[in-house]
């Protein structure tokens, strides 16, 4: 017999609600579920030197407690940061402001923190919960060893990061093994960057098997990572094979001698970097030299390589060009500043890059290093047939050879370079008859406006050849210099 009591039936008010919290708990329910299933994969192991990991239960009872206190399941933003409240009270660690701000965000950069290794496992857990993350910058904070196991251990199966930078974290070859084996299963991450770390000579193995394995990464930084010849050849050998990796960074690492040549070789069979940083090495030096350019003279994938700091002198850069700029049909921009070589060296590379109708070089970095009037000569008459170089550089002027008016010849020289007229370099219209302007004013154009940087000698030259009498800069020498020689041609 059915009860008479109005209260307890579906259609009223009370039954209503009796509904809709079984739903609730319904779902709730099955949230906790899902969550725990995601948490089924081996947790990390723990070491003599480090805090005891947290297990798979803590973590699950934490998102299942902060799950069922959450109103809405669906403020990840709100759910991350209730986790991470908790996992700092448990291990002990002041919150950080902003991760608490951003948790939910879809990019998160927490660089320079220095959170240490007790707070990365706080951070961890929250991870989890943000299904927008895409990129996580956690450079400089001191991670270590553990703090990574942390982190690999919430990003081995995401699918979302894709984005991630560790460095400057006093990570070891045994944390970048962690790494190297998180990347082995994540196949989403793209872009890694481990520099500053000194994962040493131990690392070659897993660079090789994880340049070997993974096919998703695009770009790794190993700048400041100490890789030592053994390492070197482990890359090298890991990068004949590689078809992924687009972007390459091993700056300061030291790589001098065998180790040089060794990876200078390797470039000729990989056939997918376009950007690679080898500044601050030794590849400047002379077997080095010959066998990079020997390298990237059947290299036809790189298309920016920075050579910066490597010990370049006049005969090495002459040898290493000879053999790469007369042949190398696909590097757009070459960078070589801070290099110990001098105009000679300057000239005699671009006159190898003058040799080659098929080179595709359009930006030239020798920023502080001095050219003569040879090479501008050259590079201007390259640009008259139709080849334009960008090639920052610092002009030789020497006023004893001058003849009058030789400077602002070269002056304007520099200035058409730059892709300036005299006009746009004062800021002033080409019919305007301003024709006289304090030393200051010209000074700060020649540098700001047109990025001209001279030298004492030099700036003493030019003021000599175009200061009237009352201490002014006369203009009109340039103007007259420039019309004869560039706007005719222009026109």
């Not at 010849?409 to 800021?427: R, V, Y």
Request: proline share 2%.
């Amino acid at each position: 017999m059915f009860s008479d009591n109005s209260d307890s039936h579906p259609g009223s008010n009370q039954g209503r609600r009796k509904i809709q919290s079984r739903d609730k708990q319904h779902k709730v329910s099955g949230l906790v579920t899902r969550l725990h299933s995601g948490f089924s994969k081996k947790k990390p192991s723990n070491t003599q030197n480090h805090q005891p990991l947290s297990s798979d239960s803590e973590y699950d009872t934490d998102l299942e407690e902060e799950t069922k206190v959450h109103n809405d399941l669906h403020d990840h933003q709100a759910l991350a940061k209730n986790i991470y409240f908790r996992q700092c009270s448990k291990i002990g660690v002041t919150p950080i402001s902003y991760f608490l701000r951003h948790a939910g965000d879809d990019q998160i950069s927490l660089r320079d923190h220095y959170f240490g290794p007790r707070g990365a496992k706080a951070i961890a857990a929250p991870l989890r919960v943000n299904n927008t993350l895409t990129k996580l910058d956690f450079s400089y904070n001191g991670m270590g060893d553990e703090g990574v196991e942390h982190l690999c251990y919430q990003l081995v199966d995401n699918i979302y990061v894709f984005d991630l930078n560790l460095a400057y974290n006093d990570i070891s070859h045994k944390g970048f093994k962690t790494v190297g084996s998180m990347l082995l299963t994540n196949q989403i991450i793209k872009n890694l960057d481990v520099s500053g770390n000194q994962l040493g000579n131990r690392s070659g193995k897993i660079l090789l098997s994880l340049l070997q394995k993974n096919n998703t990464l695009l770009k790794l930084g190993l700048s400041r990572c100490d890789l030592g010849l053994e390492a070197t050849q482990s890359l090298a050998n890991a990068l004949v094979n590689n078809t992924s990796l687009q972007k390459l960074d091993i700056s300061w690492n030291q790589i001098v001698g065998k180790a040089a040549s060794v990876l200078a070789k390797c470039l000729s069979e990989n056939e997918k970097i376009d950007e690679l940083n080898l500044s601050w090495n030794g590849f400047g030096e002379r077997k080095a030299a010959e066998d990079l350019g020997k390298a990237l003279a059947e290299n036809n994938c790189i298309g920016t390589i920075d050579l910066r700091a490597n010990r370049f002198v006049d005969l090495t850069l002459a040898i290493f060009s000879s053999f790469s700029m007369t042949k190398n049909e696909h590097i757009k921009i070459l960078k070589l500043s801070k290099n110990p070589f001098t105009h000679v060296g300057s000239f005699a590379l671009l006159q190898n890059i003058s040799k080659n109708s098929d080179s595709s070089i359009s930006s030239l970095d020798l920023q502080g290093i001095t050219v003569k009037k040879n090479f501008i000569d050259l590079l201007e008459n390259l640009e008259d047939k139709g080849k334009k170089i960008n090639c920052t550089y610092q002009t030789y002027i020497h006023s004893k050879k001058l003849k009058p008016g030789k400077a602002v010849e070269i002056l304007c020289q520099i200035i058409h370079m730059k892709d300036k007229t005299p006009f746009s370099l004062f800021g002033i219209a080409s019919d305007q008859s301003v024709t006289v302007i304090d030393k200051k004013s010209f000074e700060d154009a020649i540098k700001v406006n047109a990025g001209i940087d001279l030298t004492d000698q030099e700036w003493f030259t030019l003021f000599d050849d175009l200061t009237n009498k009352d201490g002014q800069i006369e203009l009109a020498s340039l103007y007259t210099k420039w019309r004869e020689k560039y706007e005719k041609k222009d026109k």
